[in-house]
């Protein structure tokens, strides 16, 4: 039996992406978080807080030690999926890989560090400050394997002789035009879904009336803040993202927005379907919405897919991956808006269920937004590995043992999602929140019992 081996190069791919970005974004955004609790902690003498920031960096813990096995396998697969591409782009993103896996030792060392030294420093502040080379190097690990990706999509910093890449100038292939609005996304991105994944735990707890009321609560408020102004954030990356689409990959754009015709004043196109002659039926549509999205003028002209040549035309499903991401970005302000906003009105319970479940919701859904993003990102590059210079199908392995190899990453990663799930629930459910409160803040529990 014979097997296409450029689309069992992508299935590898796109199973070790879609894994590894769960572990990439709490990664990311869990040491914030972390050190904000510990800082309010101390800042307001609170004990809540204090054990929010130990909690949460237990688990964190776990999913860092996830993370550097699906890293090691992102590295792993490149090399052997992707052959022909390392061969040609090898030298150019070789410093930025470099520099990844420095940020995450970086990192590892102060996370140590900050791990074994709670309630060590007289003063307290001597240990949070422990928190903040984890937060740089975990942002920085981001930062550069985001450059790598920014890239791929608008290729920079070399000369191309004889269909080799010369004259190499690493910093520049890293700053390349894709990368300052990527950086800002993801990280954004990032910050916001850990907010609404701690969030969810916090809301879900609450509706389970275990105990430890005072402290989810506190929790909550927290990360709902957090999730208002990363909303925000993440909304205004995503409008420079869509800027930079409409000068440097304006098929991308087209194609996600169903976008056919060049003309000016052109409409957001938001869900509905294609019919047999590629006409759009039943969206909704924003009239000028569009070119102000791609140029901030309601009546710029914006470019359509038609002057795209056919066979470098992105999959035209983007687009429903466009909307979906997009949709829980508003859902996800939305919600944590009305929380704040309701508890300011001491007649407003704003723990009513309606609203817990809400924001329980959250948590999945924003980590299903990064995972729709990152398969925009990549599916919106097609046909191409590198924009311009070499095609997927160019650039994968040719080994008739890739089967074998799909089957591998496959194995691994439901062995290490298992064992995530396992030792969480383990680390978690043998030791809960009311349990230590009880022992070790029992002046606390009184209140937490309610």
Same mark, same amino acid.
């Given at each position: ?9 992508? *299935? !590898? ?64 697969? %490149? ?15 070789? *410093? ?38 984890? !937060? ?47 950086? @800002? ?6 910050? *916001? ?17 275990? #105990? ?10 927290? =990360?709902? +803040? ?33 976008? @056919? ?8 196109? *938001? ?24 140029? #901030? ?7 359509? %897919? ?10 035209? +499903? ?78 994968? =392995?040719?080994?008739?043992? !890739? ?8 194995? %691994? ?38």
């Amino acid at each position: 039996m014979e097997f296409d081996t450029v689309t069992i190069s992508r *299935l !590898i791919t796109a199973m070790t992406l879609i894994f590894h970005i769960v572990f990439a974004t709490l990664g990311v955004g869990v040491p914030l978080f972390i050190s904000l609790a510990e800082f309010i902690g101390i800042k307001k003498k609170d004990k809540h807080y204090e054990l929010l920031a130990k909690r949460w960096s237990r688990g964190f813990v776990i999913s860092v030690a996830i993370g550097v096995v699906t890293g090691t396998a992102i590295a792993l697969q %490149l090399s052997l999926v992707w052959p022909n591409f390392m061969e040609l782009a090898g030298n150019v993103i070789a *410093l930025p890989l470099f520099m990844e896996v420095f940020a995450f030792f970086f990192e590892a060392i102060f996370l140590g560090i900050y791990l074994y030294t709670w309630d060590r420093f007289k003063g307290k502040y001597t240990h949070w400050l422990l928190s903040l080379p984890v !937060i740089i190097g975990a942002g920085m690990s981001a930062v550069f394997i985001s450059t790598v990706n920014s890239f791929m999509n608008s290729p920079d910093g070399f000369t191309m002789v004889n269909g080799e890449f010369t004259a190499v100038n690493p910093l520049q292939a890293m700053l390349n035009p894709s990368t300052p609005t990527r950086v @800002f996304h993801v990280l954004g991105g990032s910050y *916001l879904t850990v907010a609404a994944i701690l969030a969810a735990l916090a809301a879900f707890a609450l509706l389970k009336k275990k #105990g430890a009321a005072e402290y989810h609560k506190k929790a909550l408020k927290m =990360t709902v +803040i957090s999730m208002v102004v990363f909303s925000l954030l993440t909304a205004l990356g995503g409008d420079l993202s869509a800027k930079y689409l409409a000068k440097y990959q304006s098929e991308k754009l087209a194609a996600a927005e169903w976008h @056919f015709e060049t003309e000016g004043n052109a409409d957001l196109v *938001l869900f509905g379907w294609l019919n047999e002659d590629n006409e759009v039926v039943g969206a909704i549509r924003i009239p000028g919405f569009l070119s102000f999205l791609a140029n #901030g003028d309601f009546t710029s002209e914006v470019i359509g %897919l038609e002057e795209t040549p056919e066979g470098e035309r992105p999959p035209l +499903i983007i687009h429903y991956l466009f909307d979906l991401m997009v949709s829980i970005g508003l859902f996800l302000l939305g919600v944590s808006s009305l929380y704040l906003v309701l508890s300011r009105f001491k007649r407003w319970d704003v723990h009513n269920k309606f609203i817990l479940w809400l924001l329980a919701l959250g948590g999945p859904l924003a980590m299903l937004a990064v995972e729709f993003g990152w398969v925009f990102a990549e599916l919106g590059r097609q046909p191409w590995i590198l924009r311009g210079y070499m095609t997927v199908e160019e650039a994968a =392995t040719k080994s008739p043992y !890739i089967v074998h190899m799909f089957f591998l990453f496959l194995a %691994l990663y439901l062995v290490l999602g298992t064992l995530f799930v396992l030792t969480l629930r383990k680390l978690f459910k043998d030791k809960p929140v009311e349990l230590e409160l009880e022992k070790y803040y029992p002046e606390l529990n009184k209140g937490d019992k309610k």
